[in-house]
């Protein structure tokens, strides 16, 4: 079967995105999945998002790690789907889809440059050493210095499977502050890799920066390996809400291939 996809990235984290409303891609097909992610014998991506019809939303987001198995909330991976709805003309200037943690709203700021609310975040965890939270995936962050010279594939991946987190995996950042800004870079379960940019996790990180700092602020600019993201929101008390994470969102290339 020969199927029409289309490639996103935001921020350089990079995704396939397919159309399908008709059910033609089976979800369950893990194989196929990994195999269209890997970037040697496949299209190559940080993950892979199928765009579905959604009784009460505008579309559902279902998404993929690159190991072919469904993940959790995608942040980058969100906000690219939002610019591919908007191209193929499915929502206009704001948007209500479904994601497998709940609705999120978007709005389409340029064709290419996307504003994502995400879910409201509670129960922060600080044990002085990290902070660990869930912004739609679950997220270690670790505020460190020289961040351009940490090694973070060797570094990450030892807490990642480690004994607290090795059965349900985590996502692992670590991040720098610097002149008010934020230098993040992420090792993120299902890829098992470092990649250029992670969404949740850049959100993750802007609000143990608000804890860590002491001041809460409720903005932040962020950059990570592959590009700029903003991230905003409001405190209430312990709890987080009115998160929004903002940033490009870029159609690449398109084409078919076999599956």
């Known amino acids: ?80 789907i939002v610019a591919f709805a908007y191209f193929l003309g499915i929502i206009k200037a704001k948007t209500k889809f479904w994601a497998i943690d709940g609705e999120h709203l978007a709005d389409v700021l340029q064709d290419d440059y996307i504003n994502l609310k995400m879910g409201d975040v509670t129960g922060v965890e600080n044990n002085g050493e990290y902070y660990f939270l869930n912004t ?31 059965e349900e995996g985590t996502n692992v950042n670590f991040v720098e502050e610097i002149n008010s800004r934020l230098m993040v870079r992420t090792y993120e379960r299902g890829v098992e890799n470092e990649t250029l940019a992670c969404g949740t996790g850049i959100t993750a990180c802007a609000i143990a920066a608000s804890l860590h700092s002491g001041k809460e602020k409720e903005e932040y600019d962020v950059k990570a390996v592959g590009g700029d993201l903003k991230v905003r929101y409001k405190i209430d008390g312990d709890s987080f809400k009115d998160i929004w994470l903002e940033g490009s969102a870029v159609r690449v290339f398109s084409g078919e291939i076999i599956i």
Do not use: W
């Open 136 to 166: 739609g995936s679950p997220h270690y962050v670790q505020f460190v210095t020289g961040i351009e010279e940490l090694d973070v594939f060797n570094v990450g991946r030892s807490i990642r499977y480690n004994e607290r987190f090795k």
């Open 1 to 80: 079967m020969n199927t029409q996809f289309y490639k996103y990235q935001g921020a350089g984290n990079d995704f396939i995105v397919i159309d399908n409303r008709e059910l033609l891609i089976d979800k369950n097909d893990t194989k196929t999945i990994k195999k269209l992610c890997d970037r040697r014998f496949g299209i190559g991506a940080d993950g892979l998002m199928l765009l579905q019809s959604k009784q009460g939303y505008d579309f559902e987001m279902v998404y993929f790690n690159s190991d072919g198995k469904e993940g959790t909330m995608c942040g980058n991976g969100g906000r690219c």
